[in-house]
């Protein structure tokens, strides 16, 4: 079957299953083109919460699918590729997290959506990499312990001077393969170019950036901004739209690194699979479900910019 034929059936399918498919910003580009949404982690969540459809095809990493279990736990929660999972969601258990409170009580605990439903189970609130900023400022508490990823915790404790931020040792092993010399030899060769990155990307590179935002804040600066060229600091494909989105502008990545084997496990015919087979559906146990759920719809709660 060729691409536009397998496209053709995911859709059919996906109307006589009344499923949603949505799709994190760095699938593989045929999987953005035959989403019905796109987007960052935040956004994929609420479009999961709220949708009327009954069953959830989400194109994405293993964290992601179980937030949507989580907020929707009526729902057929499909993850095409069950092996696509996070490494930096794996950088902490539930038991890690439990010995890391036991060494601060009384520190309120902000994880990244990046996280297993058990780790989420056992935080006070959670966080993206879009509304980080905001949930610091939100808490009362003096003390955050930030998991997993120490480069989006240290990238809020600039923003939250006044708190005591202390960060667990994870990452994400995609960002973190950016080097400052390939930054520095993409803006010597760009003089003209805005350099926006990832919060995931480590310090030394987030010195280097113009402009420091989620996946899809990406999408919003590219458009709004009257520059007409930009060094990319995030995995690759967030290209994609980029160029939809503004086809008379230029978008330069600055490795050839920034790929996530996990999100580009996907492909058309595991979307098809899975819509045939309802498999593989995530599912969260009722009590890990429902502490989880109180941190997600903490962070949810919490004003947007
Ligand atoms: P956002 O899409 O929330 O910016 O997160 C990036 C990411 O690495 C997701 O795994
Ligand atoms: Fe995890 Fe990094 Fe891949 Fe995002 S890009 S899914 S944080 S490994």
Redesign the pocket.
């Known amino acids: 079957m060729d691409q536009e034929q397998l496209k053709q059936q995911i859709k059919q399918l996906a109307g006589e299953r009344n499923a949603l498919l949505i799709a994190h910003n760095?699938q593989r580009d045929e999987v953005q083109e035959i989403a019905e949404i796109t987007g960052d982690s935040l956004a994929l969540s609420m479009a999961a919460a709220n949708t009327g459809k009954q069953v959830i095809v989400f194109c994405g990493?293993h964290f992601m699918a179980e937030s949507a279990a989580i907020l929707a736990p009526e729902k057929t929660v499909l993850l095409p590729r069950a092996d696509a999972g996070?490494?930096?969601?794996d950088m902490i258990t539930a038991e890690q997290l439990r010995a890391f409170k036991a060494e601060h009580p009384g520190a309120t605990v902000v994880t990244y959506v990046?996280s297993s439903a058990a780790v989420k189970a056992e935080s006070d609130i959670c966080c993206t990499s879009s509304n980080a900023v905001n949930v610091a400022r939100s808490l009362d508490s003096d003390t955050l312990l930030m998991v997993p990823d120490r480069n989006l915790g240290r990238y809020i404790a600039g923003h939250v001077p006044e708190k005591d931020c202390i960060c667990w040792d994870g990452f994400?092993?995609?960002?973190d393969r950016l080097k400052v010399e390939e930054v520095k030899q993409a803006k010597a060769e760009h003089p003209d170019a805005l350099f926006m990155a990832h919060p995931?990307c480590t310090p030394e590179i987030l010195e280097l950036a113009d402009h420091i935002c989620s996946t899809s804040g990406m999408y919003e600066f590219a458009r709004r901004s009257p520059v007409r060229k930009f060094i990319v600091g995030t995995?690759n494909g967030i290209l994609w739209r980029l160029k939809i989105d503004n086809p008379e502008k230029e978008f330069i990545m600055p490795s050839q690194a920034l790929v996530?084997p996990?999100?580009k496990l996907t492909s058309l015919e595991d979307i098809l699979l899975c819509l045939q087979t309802l498999e593989p559906r995530i599912r969260v146990a009722a009590d890990i479900r429902e502490k989880a759920k109180r941190s997600l719809d903490r962070m949810l709660a919490v004003p947007r910019d």
């Open positions: 760095y990493v996070c490494p930096m969601a990046n994400c092993p995609t960002h995931e995995e996530c996990n999100m």
